[in-house]
């Protein structure tokens, strides 16, 4: 209990300070803007009172409401007595939702976890469970599900190097936190075995899988790929797409890049930031280096940018992504597919969006939060690791110029993802389970 004494103390102190913050935010800043008012825990007409008993989901950003999406589908087909309400933190969270649930599904800002916020906002939403999708632990919002008998329930769940090597405090927070989870499904082994070091929920740990494996499989896009062949000219020209980059990484991939059009000129690099607003200072460092370039919402099918390569349609040598929504589909339609992050110590991203689309990942050796993941495709021998540029560049000219490998190895990345899924259907009965028990 010290621990979440000491949790708000710092709230407290803290809090005159986070709202002189928050307000230049909503002013100046695109993350804050029009969403204050949610994240303080008002939402207007969105909840009906005395409406139809309902369960509340949590993701936090995009990569968490990737895990979500199929839940969520799936809680609207079978519990047609409970109204699904769904929140995220981010823009690019918000925006991922509101694409995949045009209806019958309430959208909102997850509130600001301060005692008092989190009181009103259970109060207008009652819900008979909360859902936290990954890692999300808030002190306030787990006090006060249980001090209410609100099932709050951990799905899809990760224990990242990070969250297992946390500081004193840090680690008595979260211990304290994770004995106020119901119960708890957890995406992989290590996972499980990493929370019992840190904490033990009072309800069961179960390992229920990675719901992203579904997700990435039943994603059915098709005309949205044409499109965007159509958009890049890959009847054309073969696509290098490095995703999820940041600072210092792309300078690495454009090493390789260079080194790579020595033997392969008819490659096009596909950068694609991690954070969208660092798109200029990424055309910059291109333009730099001499290379052509050309930003994402510039190319359009009709559009014929000034370029060296021949052919009717040939799209510039470097396209740096400046919109939102593409990535996985351009690792669709990719030649080769680097997962960024991974370069450089921030922990990698989703390594499992290019195995889905039949397509090995090439990743370097920074892949802490997305262990389980990257062992599963090494397991299956369907990803490629290089520790730094030098390899990364050698590994990658190998595999173009070895098309029986290119093949049997993007054949197992798409192997790795087949053979594990089902997670939604493990996580959903977890959660049936503690619905099952709320109405007894």
Not at 233 to 242: K, T
Request: contains cysteine; aromatic residues 10%; proline residues 3%.
């Amino acid at each position: 209990m010290i621990y979440f004494f000491l949790y708000n103390l710092v709230l407290l102190v803290s809090f005159p300070f986070i709202s002189v913050y928050l307000f230049f935010a909503s002013i100046f800043s695109n993350k804050w803007q029009g969403t204050l008012h949610e994240r303080n825990g008002y939402y207007g007409k969105k909840f009906a009172a005395g409406g139809a008993k309902r369960i509340w989901v949590h993701a936090v950003s995009v990569g968490e409401v990737v895990g979500a999406i199929l839940l969520v589908r799936l809680l609207m087909q079978r519990e047609t007595d409970y109204e699904i309400v769904v929140s995220t933190t981010t823009r690019g969270g918000m925006e991922m939702l509101k694409r995949n649930f045009s209806g019958g599904v309430i959208l909102f800002y997850f509130p600001l976890d301060f005692p008092w916020t989190i009181r009103r906002t259970l109060r207008t939403i009652s819900p008979a469970a909360v859902v936290l999708m990954e890692t999300e632990i808030w002190p306030n919002l787990l006090r006060a599900c249980e001090a209410s008998s609100i099932s709050a329930i951990l799905l899809n769940g990760r224990v990242s190097d990070r969250m297992a090597g946390a500081g004193w405090f840090v680690r008595g927070l979260y211990r304290w936190a994770f004995g106020r989870i119901a119960a708890a499904g957890m995406q992989s082994e290590r996972d499980s075995e990493r929370l019992a070091l840190i904490a033990s929920p009072r309800g069961e740990v179960v390992v229920t899988g990675n719901m992203k494996f579904d997700y990435l499989l039943a994603a059915a896009e098709g005309e949205k790929v044409q499109t965007l062949r159509e958009v890049f000219d890959v009847e054309n020209r073969r696509l290098f797409v490095a995703g999820s980059t940041h600072p210092g990484e792309d300078e690495i991939i454009l090493d390789v890049y260079e080194k790579i059009i020595k033997v392969h000129g008819d490659i096009a690099l596909v950068l694609c930031p991690r954070h969208v607003e660092r798109a200029d200072e990424v055309v910059q460092l291109v333009i730099a280096r001499g290379l052509q370039v050309v930003k994402r919402s510039k190319i359009t099918p009709n559009h014929e940018p000034r370029t060296a390569n021949k052919g009717r349609n040939a799209i510039p040598t470097v396209i740096v992504i400046d919109t939102i929504g593409e990535l996985r589909l351009l690792y669709g339609i990719a030649t080769v597919c680097f997962v960024g992050g991974s370069l450089v110590p921030r922990g990698g991203h989703n390594v499992l969006e290019p195995a889905a689309c039949g397509k090995a990942p090439f990743y370097g050796q920074f892949t802490q939060n997305f262990l389980s993941a990257v062992e599963t495709l090494e397991n299956y021998k369907g990803g490629i690791m290089a520790s730094d540029g030098d390899e990364l560049a050698e590994k990658v000219l190998y595999y173009l110029n070895n098309k029986d490998y290119m093949r049997e190895i993007d054949g197992n990345a798409r192997k790795a993802v087949e053979a594990n899924t089902g997670a939604v259907d493990r996580a959903y009965a977890l959660l049936k389970k503690h619905l099952v028990i709320n109405n007894k």
